[in-house]
């Protein structure tokens, strides 16, 4: 795979977080080029400000690098790092900035397991451990950066790109919880392209060739 990195479409570390959250989203945001704000982006705006601006500082003896540019050349990823601890023994740590209470969420968990794979390749030490800072109850969240978790960010990375290279949209989730909180839910309709389906469904059920001709 490394070979074809440069042959092959750079992909947005954000994007397999939104792809884990929904197919759908990933492609309107990264293929159609599609986005809208809510409340919930209002709220991780603000949460970023504090971290977008690139810069260096030492804070209770760690330095801290923020807004890192990152990239894997053999997975073909690009993006940045919020924050990225250098801590004492010159190890890296990935911290992704998230609002909302500490809560795991897998498709939190890959982004900054990426990251990790980036910072791995990009410095040539091994990155075990990532963070999720969960900005409204002021707490971390350590990701182990595990076998399992490294496939999982393979395999997204896979199904990402061969999403975006398929030029096609994935239907929606039509999961309530994650649909509530998605801020192209207007733009994805999913419950009027679900009650479509459902239409079309009963059309062929009601119409279909054999049932006319056994009438």
Known sequence: MTALADELLPIMIS??????????????????????????????????????????????GIQIERALPLQHKGLGLIGKADVVEVLADGSYCPVEYKHGPKRKKQHDDIQVAAQAMCLEE?????????????????????????????????????????????????????????????SLYEVCQPVLLSSHGRLEKLAKNLFHPEREQER
Request: aromatic share 6%.
């Open 122 to 182: 990009m410095t040539g030490k091994p990155v075990p451990m990532g963070v999720i800072y969960h900005y409204s109850s002021r707490r971390r969240r350590e990701v182990p950066i595990d076998a399992a978790l490294r496939q999982r960010v393979k395999e997204t990375v896979l199904a990402v790109r061969q999403l975006l290279t398929s030029d096609k949209l994935p239907p929606p989730v039509t999961d309530p919880k994650l649909c509530k909180a998605c």
């Open 15 to 60: 994007a397999l977080q939104h792809y884990s959250y929904c197919p759908r989203q990933c492609a309107l945001i990264h293929q159609e080029q599609t986005f809208t704000e809510n409340v919930y982006t209002l709220r991780g705006q603000r949460v970023h400000k504090r971290v977008d601006e690139p810069g260096t500082s030492i804070e209770d």
